[in-house]
């Protein structure tokens, strides 16, 4: 489990969400007048998730959620991902692996909409950490059903 919130300059978000809209990786958002937008993008063990409140109050910001998915949008933005185990790893992936996983799992929509629903539970008040858990249960699951 791995999430991170960051107060990173505003370029490097730019380059991040501009590499997810080019990877076609499918960008839900919810939002109304009086509840905040959250933007999810999911991707392999969890994903990004953009919340964004319609006043000065509430929870602001982004989020990454999973080892994998840090690794892997390292990698597409030119950042070296880290070189050694994050928590939960019991090696370190390699990239490519990680790069045909994205592959495949972006032709599996009833994964994709479980992930979605899972990452995007963070814009509606649920722990943070409740859904890396749940993102990164599903992923083992994913991939020990892949051949």
């Known amino acids: 489990m791995f999430a991170v919130k960051s107060n990173a300059p505003e370029a490097l978000w730019q380059r ?8 076609g990786i499918t960008k839900t958002a919810n939002g109304s007048m009086y509840s905040p937008l959250v933007e999810v993008w999911p991707l392999l063990d969890g994903g990004i998730v953009n919340i964004s409140p319609p006043y000065f109050f509430g ?12 690794r892997l949008l ?10 050694r185990r994050l928590i939960g790893e019991q090696r370190v992936p ?12 972006r032709l599996d929509p009833a994964t994709l909409d479980q992930l979605r629903a899972i990452v995007g539970s963070i814009g509606v008040g649920h722990d943070l950490r409740v859904a ?8 083992a699951t994913w991939l020990s059903q892949q051949p």
């Not at 991040?16 to 990877?23: A, H, V």
């Not at 390292?74 to 070189?83: E, F, K, N, Q, V």
């Not at 390699?94 to 799992?105: G, M």
């Not at 890396?132 to 992923?139: G, H, K, Q, S, V």
């Open 94 to 105: 390699d990239l490519d692996l990680l790069e045909k996983a994205w592959q495949r799992q």
């Open 16 to 23: 991040l969400f501009k590499e997810l809209d080019r990877s």
């Open 132 to 139: 890396a858990e749940a993102a990164a249960d599903l992923w």
């Open 74 to 83: 390292c990698s597409r933005i030119g950042l070296d991902p880290p070189g």
């Open 59 to 70: 929870l602001r910001g982004t989020w990454l959620l999973g080892n994998s998915t840090l």
